[in-house]
């Protein structure tokens, strides 16, 4: 049972607010993403590759565009971008590589390792977070860069809905 509810507003159905009596909040319109990679990206290239989120779990308000894999912010605020990405054939000939978060108002460089220090080539699988400002309209890329010296021999992973490899979630926060 809900004690408070806000009607929709500008087309929309339901309710725009509810709190029941608990006091949990549930927003029918917060902006929420969840996008894998359906097609594994063979090959990839040295430097900075796109990761071509080309499949969704859920896109709450259709934020994300899987055509060009770019989170549109609907409205300005403080937004949690997670991202894992899975590489198969990760070359140890790379002396670094690091998920790199691009979004329009600055980068976020996360997890950078060196490549050389694994055993073998193989698997290799990197998590990051981040709290990101967005202005309204601003966007964000999830992408990956490694140094010029390693094979062109990575892939990066993917699932499909129920068993994801590569993915990145983007809800706003406040």
């Not at 896109?59 to 590489?87: E, H, I, R």
């Not at 990066?156 to 490899?165: C, F, L, P, R």
């Amino acid at each position: 049972m809900s004690l408070i509810k806000l009607n929709a507003t500008r087309g929309l159905s339901g309710n725009a607010l509810s709190i029941d009596a608990n006091g949990h909040v549930t927003k029918s319109s917060q902006p929420a993403v969840h996008a894998y990679v359906a097609t594994t990206q063979s090959n990839i290239g040295t430097g900075i590759t796109t990761v071509a989120l080309d499949a969704e779990i859920y896109d709450v308000n259709s934020d994300f565009n899987t055509s060009n894999y770019t989170f549109t912010a609907p409205v300005t605020g403080k937004y949690l971008v997670t991202m894992n990405l899975v590489l198969q054939d990760f070359d140890t000939a790379f002396q670094w590589m690091y998920v790199l978060g691009v979004a329009s108002n600055r980068n976020y460089y996360l997890n950078q390792i060196d490549p050389r220090l694994l055993s073998q080539d193989g698997i290799w699988s990197f998590a990051a977070s981040s709290l990101v400002d967005m202005d309204e309209n601003d966007t964000f890329l999830m992408k990956t860069r490694t140094s010029a010296h390693g094979a062109a021999q990575m892939d990066i992973a993917s699932g499909n809905a129920s068993s994801t490899e590569t993915t990145m979630t983007i809800t706003l926060l406040s």
